[in-house]
């Protein structure tokens, strides 16, 4: 059955996924730093909205929302529309491209994801897999 | 009205010209004009090495004003390398110069019986003799042209070795090491016996509306101060890409044969920049400042030009080297003798898997063993290439005659015998057309289709648009062809295709400084035909529609990383470039009722 995006449940099954990933393990096994990913309004949704996950060595943790930028600090923060995320996690953009073409605005070391762009890669792609439910 | 430096170095005469402005009108100017002016003079029986071949040093409308990323020249000739069109561009200072000193071009001709460099000081123009010069490396003959005329701020383009004994591969050389590398224009300057040319002025570049100029010119490079394409190229350069580009599978490794090498990800731009960076340069008026200056400690090299993502590829993976110092100092010595780093590392890479598959014997070699990986033995090949010593004289020749010369002409990885460079038409597959109908050979300055799959270009507005890299389809082709065009049209402006401001912006620019009154379409329609004109040329020198090829090598598919699986389907997407460009399906020659 589908799950809902953006929801505390989407965001838990997100998480069990990355952690359950041989690929996402190895792709991210030098990885650190959380992410904070912005979810700006558009035409198919009407509020901005926060979501953290912990991300360290290969490994998700804590995926939650949050009620702004200030509750909770992460070393990278991915802003865009609704429409650019359902576009990247449905894989109808590529994520460092999307970063590339300033779709996505990052905030963070952009050096971490040059030298690693796999984990990036591998996150995106896990989430891919999950039924989504877009509202729309 | 511009003008142009006609010099006939045989005779050692000096006049000026104007630029004929019906043909600027119609090439704009860089090496679309250039094209259009060697189509009258060029034929199939011209020598490329001979006194007959002209050599047109060419600026474009935009250069040495205020607008960002315009500050290229390109130096044309026949190629000694392919025998067909041959065009090199670099930035820097150099062309910004030369218009202030009076000139939009210099045309040499001829030979001279001497080495001799040429003077142009505030509009007068002088030859002098070089032959103190001859056997400087490129740095030391910059300098020592500055100190000999007197002129500290003069800007240099020269060869170094490899130009004088007219290495095939041989680059020209200017502001320290930047470099207008491909298809053999150093060794054409080498025929000349021209070792340098200085260029220095005050003079101001005339433009048609200049406060409307200066309006526009301000809105670009706000534009560019702060998106993640130029943020990234400031903080890494180029190599910043290594490690993405070997994720996707476009970064070739091991003679394009690997797909994926873990080892490969040694040679990020990012841990170059962390290690071994002295500081960013930029070109006229840029603010990106993509430049590197490195240093090289193992070696001892402590001021280092580069190295660009091109060279970190051709030195580096395609040669299974991956310590960045070595690499690093590699360019350095293709820097020194004025070698282009893109044709010498993939020709040293099939000598490596010659080699491996004994085609290749120390008895063909001078007793070298050219293994992959070996570092040492890649400096040793590139001094020998240089000089044409020992089998350096085959290197010199370049990546198809190698492999014709072992019976393997099905191992070269060149298009019209110009060297493949570091993107991979299976990671990319539009790079499949950009290469195979690039006017001078496999270029990637012909239409960076791998930029425009990564999104990043403003330039909807033309019908450029951002598609899925692998797509095989008649509108990737025609994509491609529109993206050739563009970029043929940047390359004769003359533009750096990494700042791409967005189409109002860019002909507002051209209008205001020219007086012209252009649309996007119009300069869209102009970059076709700037392909156009030369590949009419290519046809006059012996061309084909057969010529429209990729190399085996790269229609097998790789077996792993990010573009394993993929090959290009060519027929598809060469028929989409044909029905863009207009030509003929059958002959692919342009049509002939459409006037030069």
């Known amino acids: ?136 | 009205m511009g003008r142009l430096l006609r010099v006939d170095l045989t005779r050692g005469e000096l006049w000026d010209e104007a630029l004929n402005e019906e043909y600027a009108r119609s090439y704009v100017g860089g090496s679309g004009l250039a094209a259009r002016y060697l189509y009258d003079v060029l034929d199939a029986h011209t020598d490329p090495l001979g006194p007959d071949n002209p050599l047109l040093f060419l600026t474009g409308p935009l250069v040495g004003t205020s607008m960002t990323s315009a500050g290229r020249y390109s130096a044309c000739a026949r190629s000694p390398l392919t025998g067909i069109w041959g065009e090199a561009n670099s930035g820097g200072f150099f062309g910004p110069e030369l218009r202030y000193a009076g000139y939009d071009g210099v045309w040499f001709t001829g030979a001279s019986d001497h080495p001799v460099l040429l003077s142009v000081v505030e509009g007068k123009a002088e030859l002098h003799d070089a032959s103190d010069l001859w056997g400087s490396d490129i740095y030391v003959t910059q300098d020592r042209v500055r100190d000999s005329l007197g002129e500290a701020k003069a800007r240099v383009a020269c060869i170094g070795l490899a130009g004088e004994h007219r290495v095939k591969l041989a680059g020209i050389a200017n502001d320290h090491g930047r470099f207008a590398a491909r298809t053999g224009m150093g060794a054409v300057m080498g025929s000349k016996n021209l070792k340098a040319i200085a260029v220095r002025g005050k003079g101001k570049v005339p433009l048609f509306a200049p406060d409307e100029f200066r309006i526009i010119t301000n809105q670009v490079l706000a534009l560019f101060k702060e998106d993640m394409p130029s943020k990234s190229l400031r903080e890494f350069g180029t190599a910043g890409y290594v490690n993405v580009g070997h994720m996707f599978g476009d970064l070739p490794i091991r003679y394009f044969q690997l797909g994926e090498h873990a080892p490969a990800d040694a040679l990020s731009g990012v841990d170059m920049t962390e290690k071994f960076l002295r500081r960013n340069t930029a070109c006229h008026k840029c603010i990106i400042a993509c430049g590197r200056e490195t240093r090289s400690p193992a070696y001892n090299d402590d001021k280092v030009d580069g190295p660009e993502y091109e060279t970190i590829g051709a030195l580096g993976s395609v040669l299974m080297i991956f310590d960045l110092e070595a690499v690093i100092h590699a360019g350095h010595l293709c820097n020194l003798y004025g070698m282009d780093t893109i044709s010498l590392g993939v020709t040293i890479g099939l000598a490596c898997e010659l080699f491996e598959r004994g085609l290749l014997t120390p008895a063909d070699t001078g007793g070298l063993e050219i293994r992959y990986g070996d570092a040492e033995m890649v400096f040793r090949l590139i001094k020998l290439t240089a000089r044409r010593e020992g089998f350096g004289a085959v290197l010199a020749e370049g990546n198809a005659v190698l492999a014709e010369r072992a019976g393997v002409p099905e191992l070269s990885v060149t298009v019209n015998r110009l060297e493949v460079p570091m993107h991979d038409p299976r990671a990319y597959v539009g790079m499949a057309v950009t290469y195979a109908l690039s006017p001078r050979g496999a270029c990637h300055m012909e239409g960076n289709m791998y930029d425009l799959d990564m999104g990043q270009s403003n330039l909807e507005d033309v019908g450029l648009v951002m598609g899925n890299r692998h797509e095989n389809s008649i509108e990737k082709g025609r994509m491609a062809a529109r993206l050739q065009a563009w970029r043929n049209l940047y390359n004769s402006l003359t533009l750096c295709e990494f700042e791409n401001p967005p189409v109002p912006l860019l002909v507002g620019a051209i209008n205001a400084a020219t007086g012209w009154n252009v649309t996007g379409d119009d300069l869209m329609n102009t970059g076709k035909r700037i392909v156009n004109i030369k590949r009419r040329l290519n046809f006059k020198l012996g061309m084909t529609r057969a010529d429209d090829r990729l190399p085996e090598l790269l229609l097998n598919p790789l077996e792993n990383g990010g573009s394993a699986g993929i090959v290009p389907d060519m027929p598809t997407l060469l028929a989409g470039a044909y029905a863009e460009f207009g030509w003929n399906p059958e002959t692919g020659r342009p049509p002939e009722d459409i006037p030069l």
Not at chain 1, 84 to 108: C, H, P, Y
Request: proline fraction near 4%.
């Open chain 1, 1 to 136: 059955m589908a799950i809902k995006f953006p929801s505390e449940e989407w965001l838990k099954e997100w998480e069990n996924r990355l952690n359950t990933s041989e690929t996402y393990a190895q792709a991210a096994a030098d990885w650190e730093g959380d992410l904070v990913i912005v979810i700006l309004p558009d035409e198919n949704y009407t509020q901005t909205t926060y979501l953290y996950i912990g991300l360290q060595h290969g490994k998700a943790s804590g995926a939650c929302f949050l009620k702004s930028l200030d509750e909770k600090k992460a070393p990278f923060t991915s802003t865009a529309p609704f429409g650019t995320w359902r576009k990247v996690l449905e894989g109808r953009i590529d994520v460092i491209q999307a970063m590339f073409s300033n779709k996505i605005k990052l905030v963070g070391s952009m050096a971490a994801i040059q030298r690693q762009p796999k984990p990036t890669y591998e996150l995106v792609k896990v989430a891919g897999t999950i039924e989504t439910d877009w509202g729309s």
